[in-house]
């Protein structure tokens, strides 16, 4: 494993194997257990660095690493220094001064944990920046596929919706691809980005088509705001074209399974009834993340790499 | 002081047990087990609950199967079947700065737990005690037994810690700058005890 | 007082001396024997007309902790530069005479080259209206060249307005060709990395959209063009048909053009953020090939000094912009003479003879022969060294050859026969 994780391509087949093995193996070890908390990170400090509000994300990590008995200090741009204009180096090097092993940070601007890494000694975890990655969700939704599914390699994967501006479609289809799935990308033209031929994925401008052949169907935010830059025409145009509604999901096969990052807008992209449904991974997804949220911190700082 | 020159390292590693000595090693703890919890050796709290109380957990990666054998051994010379457990210690461990993270091993416990049950950790090689006192931990976390005994293959000495085992298969007088390695047919392929210089681990 | 260079080959053909006398080339001849003249000796060294940046940012004033005239006039000495064009985008901004006779006087006391201030097109760089482009021109600054350049001159209807008006000061538009809408938020070349890197894309077509526009305006009412920073194969297209059709158009292309190209974005430096991006490995042969046959006219260094803490951050913040003064000359031995692309001659055309024409200089650009001004370089071009930020005369470090080797050192400028740089230092 490298020193940080800032994006999928950071962990080969084998780095990626073991951290779903590790939190597979973790998984069990606190299943039906009372006290769910390992000594194994005691006296080590995960700093919570977000920059962009986003609850659910966070709360994972910080349960991750208080699981795992690390300490954790949750330091949002809001209401600190930062919102006085302190640059991200000089926040970074803050931190470092108070003996942070590992900074977990989330940025808008895509590329910033990269630029961390450079600054400090500790471990990077990249919890989403910009456009760019967000690889934890992407460990999580392999995790979830390979437990739903018990396999990934030839597992059909389609990523449905915005494309262009998600971090987590990115570390999906590097990830899936690393692990042996097969992507397909599913938008309109105006949401894949110009160069998406070169990724490891195929691509769809038709949902019904992709359907009957995936294994598969992971549904990505849309923000309605999109409309207003001429994205789509109007959400009801982009519900018929590209939501998941119970009719399409009649023409997935029996196994298949549906995914989603969350939080999700129930409507437009994802019927209620799809989503609460047994084919749903939803909330799976929650607890998922916290397993292998545990299982990257405890790669990462556990120690030297033998 | 003038330094001995190093020995020749010519010779392999000695077998100080070999696979017939590893069997017979093993069955006569069978006996032990079931002399102490069943036999009614007039120890009083052992016996308690006769061998269905008893479970047997080993610590990966050479305690697992040693477990499974001596439950087995233990099954076949009582007539009763022996519940068998392994807990992985690797997340408990003091020394992962020192050493670095490694793969996880599988947790998994008899299907009604431990809770108020005789438990013996089954290792292979006693040594510092640090694996032990993290297998201690574990098993805080994972239940309340009614008594946690030790059960080891090889004893070789240099305890860091004030734990000792109740049941031993060999003790082997060591220097610190030996290495005892244990290898099992499950896990190596073969069943010897081998003694070589230079420490590793 | 006079100087005798001895030894040197000018254009880097046949050895010579060349004597130097009252600001002017007075001889140049083999063993010219001049009795009482400090000699240099140039021996192995490559003579060249003293270089002219139509594109240089000095920042002064407004952002004198990034850089000023004085310390931007030192990098360019050292890069051979006899003349640069300071760009408008100062603060405050130079659309008034008032600014631009203040940066122009700020250069003559550096006294290291000829500081020529470039005019703002439209007030404050606004896209709005007209600056007082006639007083700029008459004022002691005597501005011939016009740009918004950070800025496109967006509005086609205003765009021809500007064209058509600097005709009567015998001025040029330099238009920094880039169309807003489809670059809102845009950080790098829009293709494969951007994708790959979730950095918002930066279209070629951008760019080439308003060349052609602008070409063809330019054609129409008749004025003379000049394309800033042409980054793209497509645009070295345009200009190729523009000019085969007899349209005034020049063209220039910066070092970084011709050298680095989108890889650069991998780890996310802001270095190597600018403004047009690095674009792909066919464009940067693409604009090579378009330098070496005349298409584009002059290597321009948009020298863009930025202060650490504009650079030391997330990209996305960073400001757009790299020196370029001090290694121009280098990058362009790299990529155009020591792949053949370019001889010596060509060199001196593209960065100094035809920069100078575009501007409209007198005194410089011109070759080296007897009677001409003394505004020459002398440079080594077998000399090999590793650029380090730190050792930059600019006052910022944001040097995106940090670490690179590259060929060719300055080793003397003289500006009117005076030495601004001797031995590879500056002489004030």
């Not at chain 2, 068998?84 to 009604?112: C, F, K, N, S």
């Not at chain 3, 020049?250 to 047009?276: I, S």
């Not at chain 3, 990209?315 to 990058?331: D, H, I, K, N, T």
Request: charged share 25%.
């Amino acid at each position: 494993m490298k020193r940080h994780l800032l994006e999928a391509a950071d962990l080969d087949r084998a780095d990626a194997t073991l951290v779903l093995d590790t939190a597979a193996q973790i998984d069990q070890a606190l299943a039906g257990r009372e006290v769910k908390k390992l000594p194994t990170l005691r006296g080590r400090t995960v700093v919570n660095l977000f920059y962009e509000d986003s609850t659910r994300t966070r709360i994972s990590f910080e349960l991750a690493a208080k699981r795992l008995s690390a300490d954790v200090l949750n330091f949002s741009a809001k209401g600190s220094s930062v919102s006085k204009g302190e640059s991200l180096k000089d926040t970074a090097l803050t931190l470092e001064a108070m003996g942070s092993d590992a900074i977990v940070v989330r940025h808008s601007a895509s590329g910033a944990p990269h630029r961390l890494a450079n600054w400090v000694r500790g471990s990077v975890v990249n919890a989403g920046d910009g456009t760019h990655e967000h690889p934890t969700q992407a460990l999580l939704d392999a995790y979830t596929i390979r437990h739903r599914l018990g396999r990934l390699e030839g597992v059909r994967v389609a990523v449905v919706g915005d494309v262009l501006h998600s971090r987590v479609a990115r570390s999906n289809v590097r990830l899936l691809h690393t692990l042996g799935a097969e992507v397909t990308l599913v938008a309109p033209p105006t949401l894949l980005p110009v160069g998406v031929g070169s990724w490891p994925a195929e691509v769809s401008y038709d949902l019904d088509a992709v359907l009957p052949k995936a294994d598969v169907v992971m549904m990505l935010r849309v923000q309605a705001e999109r409309m207003n830059a001429s994205y789509f025409p109007s959400a009801r145009e982009y519900s018929r074209r590209y939501g998941l509604d119970a009719r399409r999901v009649g023409a997935l096969g029996d196994d298949a399974i549906v995914m989603h990052p969350g939080p999700m807008i129930r409507g437009m992209e994802i019927a209620a009834e799809v989503a609460d449904s047994v084919r749903s991974t939803i909330v799976e997804q929650v607890g998922n993340g916290v397993s292998v949220r545990m299982a990257v911190l405890y790669l990462l700082l556990g120690g030297a790499p033998q | 002081m003038a330094r001995q020159p190093e020995p020749a390292r010519s010779d392999p590693p000695s077998a100080v047990l070999s696979a017939a000595d590893v069997t017979r090693v093993v069955d006569r703890m069978a006996h032990q087990l079931i002399e102490k919890c069943a036999g009614g050796g007039g120890a009083g709290d052992e016996a308690a609950g006769g061998l269905a109380d008893l479970v047997l957990v080993g610590i990966p990666t050479r305690g697992a199967p040693l477990a499974r054998r001596l439950a087995a051994r233990v099954a076949a010379f009582s007539g009763s079947p022996v519940d068998v457990g392994t807990v992985d210690i690797t997340l408990y461990r003091d020394d992962l700065r020192l050493r670095g993270v490694r793969a996880l091993e599988e947790t998994v416990l008899p299907e009604d737990g431990i809770d108020g049950r005789l438990v013996v950790l089954v290792d292979d090689v006693l040594y510092s005690g640090r694996s032990v006192r993290a297998a201690l931990d574990a098993l805080r976390d994972l239940g309340r037994p009614r008594a946690v005994q030790l059960a080891v293959l090889v004893d070789r000495g240099h305890r860091e810690l004030p734990i000792r085992a109740d049941y031993v298969g060999k003790n082997l007088p060591t220097a610190r700058s030996q290495s005892v390695r244990v290898r099992l047919a499950e896990t190596d392929g073969v069943d010897e005890v081998l003694v070589t210089e230079g420490e590793d681990r | 007082m006079s100087v005798l260079i001895t030894g040197a080959r000018p254009y880097g053909e046949t050895a010579a001396d060349i004597l130097v006398e009252d600001g002017r080339i007075a001889a140049i001849g083999e063993s010219l024997p001049v009795p009482g003249a400090d000699v240099v000796d140039a021996a192995g060294l490559v003579a060249l007309p003293g270089l002219v940046d139509l594109h240089t940012h000095l920042r002064e004033p407004g952002r004198e902790d990034a850089e000023t005239v004085e310390t931007g006039s030192r990098a360019a000495a050292l890069g051979g530069y006899t003349a640069v064009h300071a760009m408008a985008n100062t603060d405050p901004v130079a659309d008034t005479a008032g600014v631009v006779e203040q940066v122009w006087r700020l250069g003559q006391q550096a006294g290291l080259v000829d500081v020529v201030p470039v005019g703002a097109v439209t007030v404050g760089l606004a896209g709005e209206r007209l600056a007082e482009l006639g007083a700029m021109a008459d004022s002691a600054a005597r501005v011939r060249v016009f740009s918004d350049d950070g800025h496109c001159v967006a509005d086609p209807a205003l765009m021809r307005r500007a064209l058509e008006y600097v005709k009567a000061l015998d001025g040029v538009v330099a238009q920094h060709a880039e169309e807003p809408r489809l670059t809102v938020g845009a950080q790098m070349h829009e293709g494969d990395r951007s994708a790959r890197l979730g950095l918002t894309g930066w279209p070629a077509a951008a760019e080439e959209a308003i060349i052609a526009r602008d070409v063809l305006l330019a054609d129409h009412v008749g004025a003379r063009l000049h394309v800033c920073h042409v980054s793209t194969a497509g645009s070295v297209e345009i200009l190729r048909w523009a000019k085969s059709r007899g349209v005034q158009v020049t063209a220039e292309v910066t070092p970084h053009h011709l050298l680095l190209t989108d890889e650069c974005a991998e780890g996310y430096d802001p270095v190597f953020k600018v403004n047009p991006p690095l674009r792909t490995d066919p464009d940067v042969q693409a604009v090579r090939v378009g330098l070496a046959e005349g298409v584009i006219d002059a290597v321009a260094t948009d020298h863009a000094p930025h202060a650490v803490e504009d650079k030391e951050t997330e990209w996305a913040s960073a400001r757009p912009g790299m020196l370029g003064l001090e290694q121009a000359l280098s990058v362009v031995v790299a990529t155009m003479v020591e792949t053949g692309l370019l001889d010596w001659r060509g060199v001196a055309d593209r960065m100094s003879a035809r920069p100078a024409a575009i501007g409209r200089l007198d005194g410089h650009g011109r070759p080296l022969a007897p009677g001409e001004p003394a505004n020459l370089l002398l440079l080594d071009p077998g000399a090999r060294a590793v650029v380090d930020p730190a050792a930059l005369a600019s006052r910022s470090r944001n040097s995106p050859y940090a670490g690179r080797e590259l060929p060719g050192r300055v080793v003397a400028t003289y500006l009117r026969g005076v030495p601004t740089v001797l031995d590879g230092k500056a002489q004030r």
